[in-house]
């Protein structure tokens, strides 16, 4: 229950193209759902957030869609970049006292130009 | 501002030697966390300080690891002693506030090699 699955694990994409990396959760205490990027040798950073009252977020080229009957939620890539290219994490937290974020497990993303 | 400082920023052992790794985080920032990521995975939460206490350790093995935070700002993260599976990048990170829509600013982390 304390799982966030994470798919697919590594995605190609060509430059302009559209990246798409979906998330699926068990526990539906769940409040908040950010996702990370991360660039080797570097901690990650976070890209956008979105909790289960709406069903999209859009922040740029980076949209989250939240669906919160299937437990799922994903993110997309528009006009997707080489610079780009990085490890994109989800994560989910039912905040409370601790704030603590469980993490999916990854997805490396290459654009190639 | 200033980011999350960590140091060193690389590490490498021999099992069952001791190990300390330092976490400055941002100024002003009351909640720090320690994470462990092993490569191919997610970073996971082993201990959430508020100020100087703990909000949360219970993913820490703490037979083997302890944390401080003394005076609510830099923070230490010990192993004694290390095993393999310790091999790990260990991230700090701080917020200004545990409730979760204040972001989580991560340092650049510690890569420690268990030989």
């Known amino acids: 229950q304390q799982q966030v699955k994470q798919s697919p694990q590594s995605l190609i994409v060509q430059k302009g193209g559209i990246s798409i990396i979906n998330c699926a959760y068990e526990?539906?205490?769940?409040?908040?759902f950010p996702w990370y990027q991360q660039f080797p040798g570097k901690g990650p950073a976070l890209l956008i957030a979105?909790?289960?009252?709406?069903s999209e977020k859009k922040e740029g080229r980076f949209t989250i869609s939240f669906n919160k009957s299937a437990k799922q939620f994903s993110l997309h890539i528009m006009d997707s970049q080489p610079g780009d290219s990085a490890t994109y994490f989800c994560?989910?937290?039912?905040?409370?006292?601790?704030?603590?974020?469980?993490f999916g497990t990854g997805t490396l993303l290459a654009v190639q130009p | 501002e200033a980011g999350v400082a960590q140091s060193p920023r690389y590490k490498i052992i021999e099992k069952r030697q001791s190990v300390a790794f330092w976490c400055n985080p941002i100024?002003?920032?009351?909640?720090l966390y320690w994470y462990q990521q092993i490569l191919g995975q997610g970073p996971k939460l082993l201990i959430q300080?508020?100020?100087?206490?703990?909000?949360?350790d219970s993913q820490l093995p703490k037979d083997r690891f302890s944390a401080e935070r003394l005076k609510g700002v830099d923070s230490t993260l010990k192993i004694q002693p290390a095993k393999l599976e310790d091999s790990a990048v260990y991230l700090c990170?701080?917020?200004?506030?545990?409730?979760?829509?204040?972001?989580?600013?991560f340092g650049p982390g510690t890569r420690l090699t268990v030989t």
């Open positions: 526990n539906t205490a769940f409040d908040y």
């Open positions: 994560a989910a937290s039912y905040g409370g006292a601790t704030n603590k974020l469980i």
């Open positions: 979105i909790r289960p009252d709406v």
């Open positions: 100024s002003g920032h009351a909640t």
């Open positions: 300080f508020q100020n100087n206490g703990v909000v949360d």
């Open positions: 990170a701080s917020s200004f506030h545990r409730k979760p829509t204040y972001e989580q600013y």
